[in-house]
Structures are given as C-alpha cells and as structure tokens.
C-alpha cells in the first residue's frame, strides 16, 4: 500500500535557526512528489515538484530535494511569515488511481521572533 | 479567475440532509479532483474528472457521495443524508492535463468547504 509519513509532526523555530523537514514514502514506482504549504483555513500552496532521486529546487528559504525513499524540506533562516503546515504528497507510477495524490500528515511549523 | 475557487466556504448541516458543495476550477484545465480533509490530517482522495469523464471515484467513503461535472468545467460533489463522520474540509484541485505527461501536471487547490454535520 503506498504510504507517505512526515517528520516531525510539529516543529517550533526561533527565527533564523535552519532546519529540515522530513517525508519518508513507499510507493509502487514514483511519478512524482510535491510539496504544498498550507494556512489555516486555507487549501494547500503548491511550492515544489520532484521526480527523479538526486533532484533539488529552491525557492527563497526553501530547498527541496529527494532521495530514492525521502525527500526533505530544508528551511534556511526561516521568519514567522513562514509558519503554516507543509504537506508532502506522492503520485504513483501504477495503479488503479493514477493522477491521485498520496498525502502524509503535514509538519506543523511554527517560527517564533 | 486566476485560481480555483469553491462554494460555499462553510456549511453547517443538521444530520441527514443533503448537501452540494461547487467547484469551479482554473479556466481551461482538463483534470480535477475532490479530497477530504478531516482536522489535523493530510488530504485524502475521493474522486477524479477528466473533462467530464468521471474515471475514478474509488476514494468516495459510501454510496451517499456523488460527484459531477457535465460540461467538463464546474462541479459539484453531493453529500446525500450527511452524517456526523462526513464533517471536514472538502478540497477541490485542478491541473493542465493536457502536457506530454498529465499525470504529473500540478494540482492546485481551492480554498476548500468546511462542512459541520451537527
């Protein structure tokens, strides 16, 4: 059964102090893997997609990149602007639901001033 | 407009009636698909259109949803004779679908309906 599973859960930051998020998966043949952002009340921001295993992309403070079974989100100097929930989603290869995406739980962040 | 946009926001429904919550996704995009969010989790899939094909709702909990989306533009997903278990964010999601490999096309999210069955 394809699975997605994010670490941690919650994730408190003083501003400025870099960390990394982590999205471990096991799927039937990956497609590809995304990164959304989510607020509260709010659907989910597409940020980044990966496809291939040694794959990188950057986006202000953000840095994705992916192995052949994880991928992580790593945050540079992060700011309070940068608190929300992010959201690590896989897409299959095969299978009967092809397009669907894959979600884990989120990793809540918090960065505090 | 410039992205996906659904109706109503929030919804409150007493126990058994029935419910219709819209999506109208990005102008032109051929794939769209429903996802349930309950509190503090990841979207979960219920159904996907291609135009209006409907080619997979295996993701729909029990025979009382129903999806549609008969001119391949807005849809709307039915809850009939809602139960308490259905409250949760309902998330609708486009994406292009027409490049050389759809399936990977980005999905980009409304801002979902928040349904409380009391």
């Known amino acids: 059964e394809d699975q997605v599973t994010q670490s941690p859960e919650a994730l408190r930051l003083q501003e400025g102090e870099s960390s990394s998020l982590n999205c471990s998966y096991t799927?039937?043949?990956?497609?590809?893997l995304f990164w959304y952002r989510q607020d509260p009340g709010k659907g989910p921001e597409f940020l980044f997609t990966?496809?291939?295993a040694g794959e990188e992309k950057e986006k202000e403070r953000l840095k994705a990149t992916l192995t052949k079974k994880e991928s992580f989100l790593h945050i540079t100097a992060p700011k309070p602007e940068d608190s929300a929930t992010y959201l690590c989603a896989v897409q299959a290869e095969r299978g009967s639901t092809l397009g669907r995406l894959y979600f884990g739980r989120g990793t809540q962040l918090t960065v505090w001033p | 407009g410039a992205g996906v946009s659904q109706s109503p926001r929030y919804k409150v429904a007493k126990r058994g009636q029935d419910v219709a919550l819209r999506c109208d996704p990005i102008s032109g995009h051929v794939s769209l698909f429903w996802y349930q969010q309950a509190l503090g989790q990841g979207p979960e899939f219920l159904t996907y259109?291609?135009?209006?094909?409907?080619?997979?709702k295996s993701g729909l909990p029990s025979d009382r949803f129903f999806a549609e989306r008969p001119e391949g533009s807005v849809s709307t997903l039915k809850i009939q004779r809602t139960q308490q278990e259905d409250s949760a964010v309902y998330l609708c999601?486009?994406?292009?679908?027409?490049?050389?490999?759809?399936?990977?096309?980005?999905?980009?999210f409304g801002p979902g309906t928040r349904l409380t069955v009391l």
């Open positions: 999601a486009s994406s292009h679908g027409t490049s050389g490999s759809p399936l990977r096309d980005t999905q980009y």
């Open positions: 990966l496809y291939s």
């Open positions: 259109f291609q135009n209006e094909a409907q080619l997979d």
């Open positions: 799927v039937s043949g990956l497609r590809g």
